[in-house]
C-alpha cells in the first residue's frame, strides 16, 4: 500500500472516530476543514413530458386511462399524459382529491375508521397541514408549484430560539437550541484539540492536518487556545440573558456552560444531524394558504370533470386488449373499461382489491409494512411564542411521546395562530390515534406545559387531530418499501396493462417528491409502450 493510501485509510478511520463521538454535524465539519467534502451530486436525466405532437406527427392517436387513486401521485399521472391529450380518469374514494395532501380548515369535517367524526374549528386564515408540511428546494414539487403557479413562502425548519427537552435524561427545563448546540459543539471541539495537541491522533493526521484541525475546531467550537487548554467556556453563541444594546450595553450573557458530563447526559445532540440531512436542510418552502394549494392545482390542471369522488375501487380486470375497473360510489356499483391502468392506491390498500393480476402481484402490494403518524393542531388566541418567547417559526424536539412541536412560519404577529402540538410516528402515533380527539388534546397539551408554561394551555382555542392509521381509504401515513427484493421490482413493471405509481414507488418514501418522480417514470413507460405498440 502507498503512503497516500496509508493516508487515505488513516484519515477514513479518524473521520468515523469523529462521526460516531460528534455526529454528522462534526464529521462533515471535521471533512471541510480537510478539504474531503464531497462535491454536488450530478444532476437526474431530465423528464420529457408527452405532448399531442408525439400523436399528430406519427399518425398514432392516444389511449383511455383510468388512473386508480387521486392523491399526488394520481393527478400527476393524469396531469402528464392530459398534455399529449390522453383520455384520463381518476377515481377517487375520498369526498376531495390530494390523498394524504390535506390541508383542514375551519369547517371542514373528517369521520375515522372508529366513527368519530371531527369538525375543525379554526378562524379565517388558520390551517393545519395534516399531512406533509414542508417541501426540499431541489425537490421536484418545487417545479410543479412554479410550472402550476402555486406561491411559495419559506418553512422555517430549523430555528435557534426553539426548545430542546429531554424529560427522560433528567432535564427539568427545556433548553434553547443555540444553546444546547453550542456546549454540545464546544465540549467535543476542546476533547478533540486536547487529543490532537496531545499527539493522540499522529498516527493519523500529518502536521499539517493537525494545525489545520485545531484552527478549525477553536472556531467551530469557540474553544480557547493552547495557552487556556482549548478549553470551552461558552460564549455569546449560548444566548443572552438580556440582548446587547445601545452606546456600552454589551448585553448579559447566559453565562458558563454546564460541566461536559452534564451536557453529554442530556441527549441533546442527537437532534443536531438532523438538519443536515438532504431532505431537512434549509432552506425549506410551503405554499401559500396551505400544502394542498399543490393538489389543488393539479386537480383545476387536469380537469375537475376527469376526477370522480366518492368512487371505492372493487376489482380490477386485465382483459388482455382492455382493462375493467369496477367501483361503488353512492350505493351504486359501476364500471370504467380504459386502455390501461394506473393504481397509486397505497399498496397495503391495493392488495385488497381483487384484481386477475396475478399472485405474485397481491404478495408484493402486500410487502409494504405501514408507518402511522399523527398530527394535532392547537389555535391560540394570541401568538404568545413571538411575544413571550421569541420564537417565530421552527421545531421544538423532544423526547416526549409528542415528538415535535412546530411553529407557524406565516402569519407572523398576527393576532392568532396554530402550533402542530404533536408531529409523532409508529409506537407514539399509535399511542394519540387510539385516543378521543379531546383525549388527544389534553395529552398533547398536559406535555407542551411542561415546555412552555400555563399559557400553552390558558391561551388554546380550539384543536383538529389527525391520526393516518384511522384515516379510512388510506389507513396509513407512508410504507417502508423492501428495496431490491422480487417484489418491489415486480411492482416497477406494468402488470399486463396495470401500472403502478407512488411514493412507495421511489427512493424518497412520505415526500411528494417521490410520488411526482414515480409518476413521471409511469407516464414516460406508458407513452413509450402506445408509441410502440
Aim: one cysteine or more; aromatic letters at 10%; proline letters at 4%.
Amino acid at each position: 500500500m502507498s503512503q497516500h493510501d496509508q493516508s487515505t485509510v488513516s484519515r477514513r478511520g479518524f473521520l468515523r472516530a469523529v462521526g460516531a463521538s460528534g455526529g454528522a454535524g462534526a464529521m462533515l465539519a471535521t471533512m471541510g476543514a480537510l478539504g474531503l467534502a464531497p462535491g454536488p451530486a450530478s444532476a437526474a436525466p431530465p423528464f420529457r413530458a408527452p405532448t399531442r405532437a408525439d400523436f399528430s406527427l406519427s399518425g398514432r392517436s392516444c389511449a383511455r386511462v383510468v388512473i386508480l387513486g387521486g392523491g399526488v401521485a394520481g393527478l400527476a399521472v393524469a396531469y402528464e399524459l392530459g398534455k399529449a391529450g390522453y383520455d384520463c380518469t381518476v377515481l377517487e374514494a375520498r369526498a376531495r382529491a390530494g390523498g394524504r395532501n390535506l390541508t383542514i380548515r375551519g369547517g371542514d369535517r373528517e369521520t375515522d375508521l372508529d366513527g368519530r367524526t371531527q369538525r375543525a374549528e379554526f378562524s379565517d386564515g388558520i390551517y393545519l397541514n395534516a399531512g406533509p408540511g414542508r417541501i426540499a428546494q431541489w425537490m421536484v414539487t418545487m417545479d410543479y408549484c412554479r410550472e402550476l403557479g402555486v406561491p411559495l413562502e419559506v418553512f422555517t425548519n430549523a430555528n435557534a430560539d426553539a426548545w430542546i427537552y429531554n424529560e427522560s435524561a433528567g432535564m427539568t427545563a427545556p433548553v434553547r437550541y443555540r444553546t444546547a448546540k453550542a456546549d454540545v459543539y464546544g465540549y467535543i471541539s476542546e476533547l478533540l484539540a486536547k487529543a490532537t495537541d496531545q499527539g493522540a491522533l499522529d498516527d493519523r493526521l500529518t502536521a499539517t492536518d493537525k494545525e489545520r484541525l485545531l484552527s478549525f475546531l477553536q472556531s467551530y467550537g469557540a474553544i480557547g487556545g493552547r495557552t487556556s487548554g482549548f478549553a470551552y467556556t461558552g460564549t455569546g453563541r449560548r444566548g443572552y440573558l438580556s440582548y446587547p444594546g445601545a452606546g456600552d450595553e454589551v448585553g448579559v450573557p447566559l453565562g458558563a456552560p454546564p460541566p461536559l458530563a452534564d451536557v453529554f447526559a442530556s441527549n441533546v445532540g442527537r437532534y443536531f444531524s438532523f438538519e443536515l440531512g438532504y431532505d431537512q436542510a434549509m432552506l425549506m418552502f410551503q405554499p401559500v394558504g396551505g400544502m394542498d394549494q399543490i393538489s389543488k392545482a393539479l386537480a383545476r390542471a387536469v380537469g375537475t370533470r376527469r376526477i370522480t369522488l366518492g368512487a371505492e375501487v372493487t376489482g380490477v380486470t386485465d382483459r388482455g386488449g382492455r382493462v375493467e375497473v369496477t367501483y361503488r360510489q353512492d350505493g351504486r356499483d359501476r364500471k370504467v373499461t380504459a386502455d390501461y391502468c394506473v393504481a397509486t392506491l397505497p399498496p397495503h390498500l391495493m392488495a385488497r382489491v381483487p384484481h386477475n393480476l396475478g399472485a405474485d402481484v397481491t404478495s408484493a402490494l402486500a410487502d409494504f409494512p405501514v408507518t402511522t403518524a399523527g398530527k394535532i393542531g392547537l389555535e391560540y388566541r394570541s401568538r404568545w411564542w413571538e411575544l413571550d418567547q421569541r420564537i417565530y417559526g421552527g421545531i421544538t424536539e423532544t423526547d416526549l411521546d409528542l415528538a415535535h412541536i412546530w411553529y407557524p412560519s406565516y402569519g407572523f404577529h398576527g393576532r392568532r395562530g396554530l402550533i402542530v402540538g404533536y408531529y409523532n410516528t409508529g409506537a407514539n402515533a399509535r399511542v394519540y390515534s387510539a385516543l378521543t380527539p379531546a383525549q388527544r388534546e389534553e395529552r398533547a397539551v398536559t406535555q407542551g406545559v411542561k415546555i412552555h408554561g400555563a399559557k400553552y394551555r390558558t391561551e388554546l382555542a380550539t384543536s383538529y387531530s389527525q391520526a393516518w392509521d384511522r384515516t379510512r381509504y388510506l389507513e396509513g401515513a407512508w410504507t417502508s418499501p423492501r428495496y431490491g427484493t422480487a417484489g418491489y421490482g415486480r411492482l416497477l413493471r406494468p402488470a399486463g396493462r396495470v401500472y403502478f405509481a407512488g411514493d412507495w414507488l421511489s427512493r424518497e418514501v412520505a415526500w411528494q417528491h417521490g410520488s411526482f418522480v414515480s409518476a413521471r417514470a409511469v407516464v414516460t413507460a406508458l407513452h413509450e409502450r402506445v408509441m410502440t405498440n
